[in-house]
């Protein structure tokens, strides 16, 4: 999986509250289409819950978003279409890891993406 943002911004991950301590990610771009991945480095406080808000792009269509690999040391909920909230196991501080995966059209395109999450849970 690239570590390097895509160029152009089609589908934007939204963090709420991103300005607060509790989850630090960069905005990233990715194009479902091209089956490809992202990988982001996370930081989170154990315990403390990290959202995450999907959108569609300009011209494109969620036709599945999931999670394609759950946190062994904490618990991803969906909540909705395309919100996912991952909360570290409190008390706990290590290495972490979970995956989403959505898939989209655009126009005749269509395919899947994944966004690998590598966390650092700090107490």
């Given at each position: 999986m690239?570590?390097?943002?895509?160029?152009?911004?089609?589908?934007t991950?939204l963090?709420?509250g991103?300005?607060?301590?509790e989850?630090?990610?960069p905005?990233?771009?990715?194009f479902?289409e091209k089956?490809g991945g992202?990988t982001?480095?996370?930081?989170?406080?154990a315990?403390?819950?990290c959202?995450h808000?999907f959108?569609?792009?300009?011209?494109y269509r969620?036709?599945?978003?999931?999670a394609?690999?759950?946190?062994?040391?904490g618990?991803?909920?969906?909540?909705?279409r395309?919100r996912?909230v991952?909360?570290?196991?409190?008390?706990?501080?290590?290495?972490d890891?979970?995956?989403?995966?959505?898939?989209?059209?655009?126009?005749e395109?269509?395919g899947c993406?994944?966004?690998?999450?590598?966390?650092e849970v700090?107490?």
């Open positions: 690239s570590r390097v943002a895509l160029a152009v911004a089609m589908l991950l963090v709420a991103g300005a607060r301590a989850c630090k990610y905005v990233f771009d990715f479902p089956n992202v982001v480095d996370t930081i989170a406080v315990g403390t819950p959202t808000n959108r569609e792009g300009p011209g969620f036709t599945s978003v999931g394609a690999l759950e946190p062994e040391h618990r991803l909920s969906k909540q909705g395309a996912f991952y909360t570290p196991k409190a008390g706990y501080s290590g290495k890891a979970y995956m989403i995966q959505i898939c989209a059209t655009k126009g395109q269509k993406s994944s966004i690998a999450f590598l966390v700090r107490n």
